[in-house]
RNA sequence: GCACCCGUAGCUCAGCUGGAUAGAGUGUCGCCCUCCGAAGGCGAAGGUCAUAGGUUCGAAUCCUAUCGGGUGCGCCA
């Protein structure tokens, strides 16, 4: 179905054109000044520039100069002809104000609760995306910054599946590059696991991992810590990192074995996140492509030596700024992630053609994403493909400095999952509600809560805002939060219980709260659009919360289940079940559910 | 040095394809549970939209400069 708003600019628009001005001076919006009107349209300001700067070659309103009164009025003339509008105004210097009768938003209201879309557009038609986020690396444990590339990239692909697109996910592990030489050296150092090491010895080599995750999780910062401070020994990993890459049998079995344990912690902690990936891919899975790849570059002259290393010149005569080259081959042989990526959109295109590839990453890649897709796009790996960089911004500390626990450590995301469902049990409990339910319950509502509590406050930002990481924020109940939407849910849903059946009676408005709640659900499709265009998760955040507000104050000002007139009564308990509808479809589009009651 | 991003209420942030009185949450102060869940609702106070120019009938939004903060600039990811 068409939204309320774009029915009118369709509408608005025909007025303007038969006026014989641009159609797109009809657009609709939400109107500014609610108090005065539901919805407004500026284009009669807009029309008045356009008119005054036409060149006066016989066009017809070229002499004199324009009145946006004057044009406001002839479109309000035409609109006031049409049965939908309840009021039709010009005010201040021409903006058209304009109000829906009663009769139309209820005929709209019940045509989106016959829609099992719930008026949700069908953007995508069919054509696939692709979701590169996550992208946690091998034996590090996924730290907090790693939360909003999952959390805003989860959000993505619930909004774009909802909208008609075929979506694909991929966690896209860090699996490939000189950390795995880092940690191969650091345990051959070790001599904890020697046979890895034999170069006589090519296998079979043991199948227990000769390293757990919590040994992994020490193992890799003295590791780094070692190469950063000891150049022989950043040396030593550079080697082992191409011997990795070229197929060493006992580097190779090591490295499956990292990945092995990662991958078993890592899936755990998706899973309590609610995050779900359709391909577990990573940097290695290309291997195989790279070599054709570079050949193929070098073939045609696009890959050239330089300073040592092979690369692929991405600069163009525009650039305002100095563009270094994509490295493809390391001057000791080893690859890159810009090497892995260029590969990776040659894989993506071949399997599944998508129309879009988006990267959920820290937007300070930006530099890096620009060398990959002018490199894509120079060789033409892109094919119909567009390749966009979805950044965001990074998480500090209530100091402003990159986020740290008291000990100096990065904060883990495990930690702060299980922070979340202390403070969401402690509130249960201080209300003295989750008494008489299940243990399991009240563990399984704290979860919901604590999770919500974390990406409603991760996803109302701006996805591009460098943003303080509060824990007393990320555990509060009140205000424009999380929970605050479970709840206005929760209490919906208890009241439908108590409703018993009632018959689905057509929608009637009858007070200013039922208006506003009617506006606001017919709204959803706009905004589901919106989102998607901006890939701006905050939207659906400012969305779903104004909606609970809307519905709280329609809560607290009419009495639903004691309402003596009966078919009011089941107007407004229709209304209630579609307001939870909307709510728990937007919740879900953020990875936020419902509990029953909490 | 060059490039990009940001500077909006005490605090945390929306708004930025120019438009009417710049919004929300939080914090502060007040009011509202003998009725559907108060994790709620209502109200008040609180802003030279960093600064200075410019474009425009109209600028938080566009342009320029300055100040302040952040980020990125070849063999890490």
Redesign the pocket.
């Given at each position: 179905m068409t939204s309320l708003r774009a029915a009118l600019t369709q509408i608005v628009g025909d007025a303007f054109e038969a006026e014989g001005l641009p159609h797109a001076f009809g657009?609709v919006?939400d109107?500014?000044?609610p108090?005065?009107?539901q919805f407004?349209c500026?284009g009669a300001?807009?029309a008045?520039?356009f008119l005054?700067g036409r060149p006066a070659d016989g066009s017809p309103a070229g002499a004199a100069k324009a009145n946006?009164r004057a044009i406001a009025d002839k479109i309000a003339a035409r609109l006031k002809a049409d049965p939908l509008f309840a009021k039709v105004?010009i005010?201040?210097?021409?903006?058209?104000?304009l109000d829906v009768t009663d009769a139309m938003l209820a005929m709209q209201l019940d045509a989106m609760r016959a829609d099992a879309r719930l008026g949700t557009p069908d953007t995508g038609a069919g054509r696939t995306v692709i979701l590169d986020f996550g992208?946690p690396?091998i034996a590090k444990p996924m730290a907090v910054h790693h939360l909003r590339s999952s959390i805003i990239g989860d959000c993505l692909q619930r909004l774009y599946r909802a909208n008609g697109w075929t979506v694909i996910s991929d966690v896209h592990l860090?699996?490939?590059?000189?950390?795995m030489g880092q940690l191969i050296t650091e345990i051959e150092l070790e001599g904890t696991a020697p046979i890895y090491f034999d170069p006589n010895i090519t296998g079979p080599y043991p199948q227990e991992s000769p390293v757990t995750m919590e040994a992994l999780e020490t193992l890799y910062p003295r590791a780094s810590a070692a190469c950063k401070a000891n150049p022989a020994r950043?040396e030593a990993a550079?080697r082992a990192?191409v011997e990795l890459q070229a197929g060493r049998p006992g580097y190779r079995a090591l490295w499956k074995h990292f990945v092995t344990v990662t991958e078993a912690g890592l899936t755990r902690e998706f899973e309590s996140l609610g995050v779900k990936f359709d391909l577990w891919n990573g940097?290695s899975s290309v291997d195989g492509l790279i070599p054709p790849m570079i050949e193929d570059l070098k073939a045609r002259g696009l890959a050239q030596?330089?300073?040592?290393?092979?690369?692929v010149d991405v600069a163009r005569e525009d650039d305002?700024?100095?563009?270094?080259?994509l490295?493809l081959?390391?001057?000791?042989g080893?690859?890159?992630?810009?090497t892995?990526d260029l590969a990776t959109v040659i894989e993506r295109v071949r399997d599944h053609a998508p129309a879009l590839i988006l990267y959920v990453v820290?937007?300070?890649?930006?530099?890096?994403f620009e060398q990959v897709f002018r490199a894509a796009h120079l060789a033409g790996f892109a094919g119909q493909a567009e390749l966009e960089h979805v950044g965001y911004?990074?998480m500090?500390g209530?100091d402003?400095?990159?986020f740290k626990t008291r000990a100096g450590g990065a904060m883990k995301l495990y930690d702060l999952i299980e922070m979340g469902k202390a403070e969401?049990e402690k509130?249960?409990a201080e209300?003295g509600?989750?008494a008489d339910y299940s243990a399991a319950e009240r563990a399984g509502?704290a979860r919901k809560?604590g999770i919500a509590t974390i990406k409603f406050a991760d996803l109302?930002?701006?996805?591009?805002?460098?943003?303080?990481f509060?824990l007393e924020?990320f555990s509060?109940?009140?205000?424009?939060?999380g929970?605050?939407l479970?709840?206005?849910a929760?209490?919906i849903?208890?009241?439908l219980r108590?409703?018993g059946t009632f018959d689905g009676v057509p929608s009637s408005l009858t007070s200013p709260e039922e208006r506003a709640l009617a506006l606001h659900l017919l709204a959803l499709g706009d905004v589901l659009a919106?989102a998607e265009d901006?890939r701006?998760p905050?939207?659906l955040c400012?969305y779903v919360?104004?909606l609970?507000?809307v519905f709280?104050?329609?809560?607290?000002?009419?009495?639903?289940?004691?309402?003596s007139d009966a078919t009011l009564r089941a107007a407004r308990l229709g209304l209630c079940a579609q307001v939870l509808a909307v709510l728990t479809k937007v919740l879900d589009l953020l990875g936020i559910e419902v509990?029953?009651?909490?």
């Open positions: 657009q919006q109107s500014d000044r108090d005065l009107a407004q500026n300001l807009a008045v520039k005054n946006p105004e005010a201040g210097p021409g903006f058209l104000n992208g690396n860090g699996d490939w590059g000189l950390q950043l550079r990192t940097e030596t330089s300073e040592g290393a092979l690369v305002k700024k100095p563009m270094p080259p490295i081959v390391k001057s000791e080893g690859v890159l992630y810009g892995t820290d937007h300070r890649q930006h530099g890096h911004g990074t500090n209530p402003g400095k990159p969401a509130r249960l209300q509600i989750g509502i809560v109302s930002n701006h996805r591009t805002t460098d943003y303080v509060d924020r509060k109940f009140e205000g424009k939060t929970p605050y479970q709840y206005a929760v209490r849903q208890s009241i108590k409703a919106a901006k701006a905050n939207m400012d919360f104004e609970a507000q709280s104050r329609f809560y607290a000002a009419h009495h639903i289940l004691s309402e509990p029953e009651r909490m």
